[in-house]
């Protein structure tokens, strides 16, 4: 049974090819014209998702070709011009990388940062407050009179450790559940996924699908691939029952990538319920090489197919949308959290 292990391996393979097509491109002419076919010609054939984005990719070709040419064309405007065309795709796993800049999707970073459902402020001075506690990447502290548990993760670059998690359990055991906030949380590490769902009742239940581009054509994959949980033997006595009250995962524009994976894992598991904003997306692993002058590429060639069969690449809808109130924030009120803590104590 494959397991969740199963994107470590997709994650090496494509780092091997990576390295390969960077070795064996280096013969490649590396004049602007070239340099900007190469790349359209390898996002052409090997990006994942432009049915999903509603790119037409030969319209961007003669938006940006015209724009190019050989001779004394400058390389920061071959840059641009190239930076530019990657950025039709709105893709924030979509990066062109020279030893004087690295390009940044602008429309995926607007909406993380414009469209934030949370108020840091109003979270640390009056959920977690003065006293919260802090355990690994956990800010944490208990709410509505001591009957919710409510767990800051900022980051899925912060380790989780199991006795991380074994405190945290142990310290609201007597909550009626718990609500973790993943709101700006823009990715990180994929064994974090696998460990923070590890306190949850895993059985080897299908968490969700994958596939990888396998030709040049634009609707090209492999068969998809299931990813199971880890299967969990609760009768070994050294083995911690697993967390099966309410769990509220507060998500937002912000909560990208390894975010949105985590997301659409929640659907395997009957007590979590997704509150908030749509995630960021970013559900496409990234793959990369070296153009013909030297630069680096990456973009995403694979696609994530969620239990419902919805490719949630642009955002994974919440259970229950809650936008931020202005009016509850100027009085220290964050309204997605206390619609969360209804849900757990209903």
């Not at 004087?100 to 607007?110: A, M, P």
């Not at 899925?156 to 609500?179: H, P, V």
């Not at 590429?297 to 969620?306: D, L, N, P, V």
Request: glycine share 8%.
């Amino acid at each position: 049974m494959k397991k969740l292990h199963v994107l470590f391996l997709l994650l090496i393979g494509i780092a091997a090819a990576s390295c390969e097509r960077a070795f064996m491109e280096a013969d490649e002419p590396a004049n602007p014209v070239n340099v900007f076919d190469y790349l359209w010609n390898k996002v052409d054939q090997q990006y994942a998702f432009f049915d999903v984005k509603g790119v037409d990719w030969d319209s961007v070709y003669e938006v940006y070709r015209p724009k190019v040419s050989d001779g004394d064309m400058h390389i920061d405007s071959l840059f641009q011009v190239c930076a530019a065309m990657l950025n039709t795709l709105q893709d924030g796993h979509t990066n062109l990388i020279s030893k004087f800049d690295v390009s940044h999707n602008d429309s995926v970073y607007y909406r993380m940062y414009a469209e934030r459902n949370i108020n840091t402020e109003v979270v640390v001075l009056n959920y977690l407050t003065v006293n919260y506690h802090t355990t690994g990447g956990f800010a944490h502290n208990a709410i509505r009179d001591g009957e919710v548990a409510y767990i800051r993760y900022s980051s899925f670059m912060d380790a989780i450790t199991e006795d991380n998690l074994s405190y945290l359990l142990d310290r609201y055991k007597d909550c009626k559940g718990l609500i973790l906030d993943l709101r700006q949380n823009g990715g990180g590490s994929i064994d974090n996924i696998r460990q923070l769902l590890s306190i949850f009742d895993n059985h080897g239940q299908p968490l969700y699908q994958t596939q990888i581009k396998s030709g040049p054509g634009h609707d090209e994959f492999k068969e998809l691939t299931t990813v199971y949980a880890d299967s969990t033997d609760y009768s070994d006595p050294f083995t911690e029952e697993p967390y099966t009250k309410p769990v509220a995962v507060l998500i937002d524009r912000g909560s990208y990538s390894a975010t949105s994976f985590f997301a659409i894992c929640t659907m395997a598991y009957p007590n979590i319920r997704l509150f908030g904003d749509y995630s960021g997306g970013g559900l496409g692993l990234p793959n990369g090489g070296a153009l013909p002058n030297g630069w680096t590429y990456r973009f995403s060639i694979t696609r994530t197919i969620a239990l419902d069969g919805g490719n949630y690449e642009n955002g994974v809808p919440p259970a229950e949308r809650v936008i931020l109130d202005p009016a509850c924030t100027a009085q220290g009120i964050d309204n997605v959290i206390e619609a969360a803590a209804d849900w757990i104590l209903q």
